[in-house]
T-cell receptor, first 115, second 115 residues
Framework: AQTVTQSQPEMSVQEAETVTLSCTYD???????LFWYKQPPSRQMILVIR??????QNATENRFSVNFQKAAKSFSLKISDSQLGDAAMYFC????????????FGGGTRLMVKP | GAVVSQHPSWVICKSGTSVKIECRSL??????MFWYRQFPKQSLMLMAT?????????EQGVEKDKFLINHASLTLSTLTVTSAHPEDSSFYIC???????????FGPGTRLTVT
């Protein structure tokens, strides 16, 4: 079974600084997707970024980028120029590349942004 | 695009009664819908996966007779908590998946309080 581990229950960052959230996963599959989701206080899950395992290039979405190390099964999220609105729970998630396969979530990291 | 709604957003019910939560994909057809449960400060726990017109697949430990899932159409799935008890109080989130590339979109969640 696949597992996703987020080793940092809480992180804090100064506004405008950069922070990196860690995620490791375990799978025997070779074709899969990895995601970072943001859950603000409203509790609406928001997709931040996705990475296809067969792509070596790290995904980037504006201030958000990932460091995908397939061999090490590591998938960290870097948030640059942190903003107050980035404060939220962040969940790393894994999905096999087949129809109907569910997401496996990590335990989450609470990110606090200090003004 | 890709909006998922949930209704109600918050419901309070008395112990022993049943409550139904609706999940709708508003602008796309969802081949698969997922139901999650989230306790405070915890991650999302998958309860069941449902495909339109067929029986839901429940995760281990989830009582199928207590959490009835109906996926009557490609845009609607319902979760009915039968004979609710205070321990069923939680935040319930649905997601709807498209066909290729099987992206999941999340509803805003439903807070259930059983008194």
């Amino acid at each position: 079974a696949q597992t996703v581990t987020q080793s940092q229950p809480e992180m804090s960052v100064q506004e405008a600084e950069t922070v990196t959230l860690s995620c490791t996963y375990d799978t025997s599959e070779s074709d899969y997707y990895l995601f970072w989701y943001k859950q603000p206080p409203s509790r609406q899950m928001i997709l931040v970024i996705r990475q296809e395992a067969y792509k070596q290039q790290n995904a980037t979405e504006n201030r958000f980028s990932v460091n995908f190390q397939k061999a090490a099964k590591s998938f960290s999220l870097k948030i640059s120029d942190s903003q107050l609105g980035d404060a939220a729970m962040y969940f790393c998630a894994y999905r096999r590349n087949n129809a109907g396969n569910m997401l496996t979530f990590g335990g989450g990291t609470r990110l606090m942004v200090k003004p | 695009g890709a909006v998922v709604s949930q209704h109600p957003s918050w419901v309070i019910c008395k112990s022993g009664t049943s409550v139904k939560i609706e999940c709708r994909s508003l602008d796309f057809q969802a081949t698969t819908m997922f139901w999650y449960r989230q306790f405070p400060k915890q991650s999302l726990m998958l309860m069941a996966t449902s495909n339109e017109g067929s029986k839901a697949t429940y995760e281990q430990g989830v009582e199928k007779d207590k959490f009835l899932i109906n996926h009557a159409s490609l845009t609607l799935s319902t979760l009915t908590v039968t004979s609710a008890h205070p321990e069923d109080s939680s935040f319930y989130i649905c997601s709807a998946a498209t066909s290729e590339p099987y992206e999941q979109y999340f509803g805003p969640g439903t807070r259930l309080t059983v008194t």
